[in-house]
């Protein structure tokens, strides 16, 4: 291998790496205002070239939203918001800017089941009456959803409305979530039929969308984290329990041709999620008509963002998380001092004693790996800073068992921060370059020589038991219900509420 892509390899990975340091629930609950919408929380974003044999020259969009969910949390469980818009954006020319938006819209369809009590026909207080099956006429409540492509500025740009070519029309169904066995038996061959082929327009190969619940594919050990780091982050990197083992999330997953994505030549695209409300809302609850409980207006308002992991978590200052929620990556320059200025390597230092060893600012290391990608290998050509998560649609995906959790650290260049895939560990990843480690390798951190003890590989102690057996993981750490899935939609069954152990 070239010397040049094993330094690239590094670059890339460090700037992932020192932008979240310590924080680590990727951007679950991040910041004060949407803490408390959770319907409107992105977690985790996921874009990178299918694996999937068969599937070669696709690439797999996932936006998670609402995170922390309890399996067992009836009766409503975890819609996603009515009034919502959620978004997936690419940015395929580098100018900072969505030139591909899809658009997601859902639909609640309440149908008031009763059952004879005494005399009378009385609503019954469930989601459910009987076993659910993808008819789902034991389904109290249920929603669908649109797909709309925009081209051009996401608000004003010409919009389309993506066809269901598996069912026809433009309606898709999101599945229930997983209730418990009793409910549904056998829930991953239920879920499977909620996986639609689907026709955008302007693309002449079929995408696929799956939209549900499923098993939150996020490793962290997030109490002790969060606790001034109450672990020993020199440590094991299978030491430590992932917190959030027992937890789904709701997944908006889109696979679509890579060719579709890009543009022209350019195989560097770059995206994020987002998600909206209008501007006004007033509470008008209306009597028999329980999943419209208030009137909107105004323009769309964003109050989520998520593209590269964990940033407005433990990057962004407290002051200013909820206007990065509301940014857009075209004006991120004004968020500049918390990349070139990072604090968290100097809280991570000072906890564990190594204040001396914080790297000089600025941190131009970060700024390459962060606002503009790397060189040679997912920089695109007249590149506009910016933060989003950056894919090279041209360089191979790595097969399953081969994938490494360290991604491009550890020479796997298929995986994170080229794009990112579900087994990528990028609590280790970003933690192992805060400390300095590739200062000088892409930029300088106050000079241009580093001091050769920084770099210490931290880990929050907390690793997938993934989809393969790497290098890092020895055999027989893997556990069957922490796998990933080798195919669309690539994140696990979720666990059921009944029975679940927990």
């Not at 029309?169 to 039929?193: E, H, L, Q, R, W």
């Not at 609590?427 to 370059?433: A, F, G, H, K, S």
Request: charged residues 15%; hydrophobic residues 40%.
């Amino acid at each position: 291998m070239k010397q040049r892509n094993i330094t690239s390899r590094l670059m890339i990975v460090g700037f992932g790496s020192a932008i979240s340091l310590a924080a680590l629930a990727s951007s679950h609950r991040e910041a004060p205002f949407i803490a408390g919408m959770p319907r409107l929380d992105a977690t985790d974003f996921y874009m990178f070239s299918s694996y999937e044999p068969g599937r070669a020259g696709y690439v797999t969009l996932i936006a998670n939203y609402l995170p922390l969910q309890d399996p067992y949390g009836g009766p409503n469980y975890f819609a996603l918001d009515a009034d919502g818009l959620y978004e997936i954006h690419i940015d395929n020319n580098g100018d900072a800017l969505a030139d591909i938006t899809f658009q997601f819209r859902f639909q609640n369809t309440y149908k008031n089941l009763t059952v004879p009590a005494g005399a009378q026909n009385v609503p019954v207080p469930l989601s459910n009456i009987g076993a659910i099956d993808a008819a789902g006429a034991n389904l109290n409540f249920s929603q669908a959803y649109t797909i709309n492509v925009v081209r051009g500025d996401r608000r004003t740009g010409t919009s389309q409305a993506v066809g269901n070519a598996s069912k026809g029309g433009t309606s898709f169904v999101k599945p229930a979530d997983n209730i418990g066995n009793k409910s549904i038996p056998d829930y991953a061959a239920y879920a499977a039929d909620f996986t639609y082929e689907a026709t955008i327009p302007g693309c002449d190969t079929a995408a696929r969308v799956f939209v549900g619940q499923r098993k939150d594919g996020f490793v962290v050990n997030l109490g002790e984290i969060f606790d001034l780091v109450n672990t020993n982050p020199a440590g094991p990197r299978d030491g430590e329990t992932n917190t959030i083992a027992d937890k789904n999330v709701t997944s908006l997953a889109l696979e679509v041709p890579a060719s579709c994505l890009t543009n022209g030549g350019a195989p560097v695209i770059g995206g994020w999620t987002s998600a909206s409300l209008r501007q006004a809302r007033v509470l008008n609850p209306k009597p028999g008509n329980p999943g419209k409980v208030t009137v909107q207006g105004g323009a769309w308002t964003q109050v989520s963002r998520l593209g590269m992991p964990l940033v407005n978590e433990v990057v962004i200052g407290l002051p200013d998380k909820d206007r990065f929620n509301a940014s857009e990556p075209k004006d991120d320059a004004q968020f500049l001092t918390y990349v070139t200025n990072p604090t968290l390597p100097v809280l991570l230092n000072a906890l564990f004693g190594n204040a001396a060893l914080v790297p000089a600012t600025p941190r131009n290391d970060l700024v390459a790996a962060f606002l503009t990608g790397v060189d040679g290998l997912n920089k695109p050509t007249g590149v506009t800073p910016s933060e989003m998560l950056r894919l090279n649609t041209s360089i191979a995906p790595t097969p399953v068992a081969s994938q490494k959790d360290l991604g491009v650290l550890a020479g796997d260049n298929a995986g994170f921060p080229n794009g990112r895939r579900p087994y990528d560990d990028v609590v280790d990843i970003e933690l192992r370059v805060a400390a300095g480690a590739l200062c000088g390798a892409i930029g300088s951190c106050g000079s241009t020589t580093a001091d050769p003890n920084m770099g210490t590989p931290y880990t929050d102690g907390a690793t997938a038991a993934g989809a393969s057996v790497t290098a890092t993981l020895p055999t027989g750490l893997q556990k069957p219900g922490d796998t990933y899935l080798d195919a669309f939609p690539y994140l696990q069954t979720p666990i059921p509420g009944s029975p679940n152990g927990i």
